[in-house]
């Protein structure tokens, strides 16, 4: 991403890939002419003093990343640029449709991007211009987003029949043999097809780098996460100045993993022109390059060593080891070249036991071969078959009598004697005694 204005429209309610562009616009557009050749004389200055920033001068005695191919998902590579010429394959348009037709798009952001990371050069023997950090890998264009200036920007984003054009770009990248996938782009939606998609280029082999984002603010104040940038296994990656500050529009949360620079970095446009922009963008494109060496030079990588490599040969790493402004620290070519090697070396030492190994001690011998007494195993059979047969009519006879005590009648307990008649109760004072009464004595003389 790029800062600069913005448009996004319909980015709350949906995948928000509203891509910030273009801090400055192209500086020259180069014909043959005089005043070109002086420009692309500047630009190739500009663009060293970058490179070397992050050491990609010091990789290029490995590896300049040849045999690699890297998907730039984005606004489209212009074949047009010089610097690129010859190293770009053209994918097909998931935004297709978006603009009136007719409409030629400008290619603007993604021949930019495309030019740092595989830029060649151009002019006499390539010396003016756009020299990438991976100048001898290809660039696989896939379009599936829209320069913030084009006319269907907006019914871009507003139309939910582009809501799988990334993840569809991401799937397409894998099946053509892209072997790193860049995105810069991004939106505060994780979709679940795009994760998905993410994860099914990592488990194929791809390696996927994608730009934070540049909705940062000055201080320590977090940012919303933004997608793909965010996703598990994603190198996401931070922007920073010369002094590798992190530059005030960069994001800054947990999902950063690395940081490069990002502050007026110089690039190729479509038709020989040249552009100075600020913006994550810049900076996941220089990652994604220096990805592209490591893969030309240790293709048997898997994309966490090729993440390992770039994460443990950082510069100028913060105190602690890590913050959320720029991760793990600023990313340096040739340290991630020979950290990767070291990870080759490591992953090439065989594991387990040769063939010929043993447990135990001593030389191994001919295996012995233990002879048994057939007859003493017939017999010993015979005997475990006798001692099942009486077991099991054991059991029978047991079932047997418990069944026959089960149907025997019942007899009732005796009742206990019964108690002795104890005395009569004493009558109630309303009813008369039991024995005659006694005559009552005369009253008076």
């Known amino acids: 991403m790029l800062t600069g204005a913005a448009a996004r429209a319909g980015a709350a309610a949906r995948f928000a890939v509203a891509v910030v562009l273009l801090a400055g616009l192209s500086l020259a557009i180069g014909n043959g002419v005089a005043s070109a050749q002086g420009i692309g004389q500047q630009v190739r ?58 409409y030629v798009p400008p290619h603007l952001h993604g021949t930019y991007i495309g030019s740092i990371i595989a830029g060649h050069g151009s002019g006499p023997v390539d010396g003016e211009g756009m020299i990438g950090v991976a100048p001898r890998a290809k660039i696989l264009s896939v379009r599936v987003i829209l320069d913030d200036q084009e006319p269907g920007f907006f019914v871009y984003n507003e139309n939910a029949s582009y809501d799988d054009a ?40 791809v390696v996927v780098v994608a730009a934070a984002g540049n909705d940062g603010k000055k201080g320590h104040a977090f940012t919303p996460y933004s997608y793909p940038a965010s996703f598990t296994g994603v190198i996401s990656v931070a922007a920073v100045g010369a002094g590798g500050k992190r530059a005030s529009f960069s994001d800054q949360n947990s999902s950063v993993v690395v940081s490069a620079p990002g502050l007026s970095v110089v690039g190729a446009g479509p038709g020989g022109s040249y552009i100075v922009g600020d913006g994550t963008s810049p900076a996941s494109a220089f990652v994604a390059g220096i990805a592209a060496l490591i893969r030309s030079r240790y293709p048997h990588l898997a994309p966490v060593q090729v993440m390992q490599a770039i994460v443990t040969s950082t510069r100028r790493r913060p105190t602690g080891g890590y913050n959320p402004g720029v991760g793990f620290g600023e990313v340096d070519a040739a340290a991630a070249l020979t950290a990767a090697g070291r990870l080759a070396a490591a992953s090439a030492q065989p594991t387990g036991l040769a063939a010929t190994d043993h447990f135990g001690r001593g030389p191994g011998g001919p295996i012995a071969v233990i002879h048994r007494d057939r007859g003493l195993i017939i017999a010993l059979a015979a005997v475990a078959a006798a001692a099942a047969v009486g077991f099991a009519v054991f059991v029978v006879l047991l079932i047997a009598a418990l069944r026959r005590r089960r149907k025997q009648p019942q007899r009732p307990a005796s009742s206990p004697p019964a108690d002795p008649p104890s005395d009569p109760p004493p009558p109630w004072p309303d009813q008369p005694p039991p024995w005659p009464r006694a005559p009552a004595e005369p009253v008076g003389p």
Do not use: C, F, K
Request: charged residues 15%; hydrophobic residues 40%.
């Open 166 to 205: 990334i993840a569809n770009g991401i799937r397409y990248a894998v099946g053509h043999g892209a072997e790193v996938i860049n995105m810069s782009l991004g939106g505060t939606n994780a979709t679940r097809n795009l994760r998905v998609a993410v994860a099914y280029a990592i488990s194929h082999n």
């Open 45 to 102: 200055t500009d663009d060293l003093a970058t490179l070397r920033q992050i050491d990609v001068p010091g990789a290029w005695s490995q590896s300049r990343g040849s045999g690699v191919t890297v998907a730039v998902l984005d606004t489209g590579v212009g074949r047009s640029a010089p610097d690129l010429a010859g190293q770009v394959t053209v994918g097909p348009d998931y935004a297709a449709g978006a603009n009136p037709p007719g």
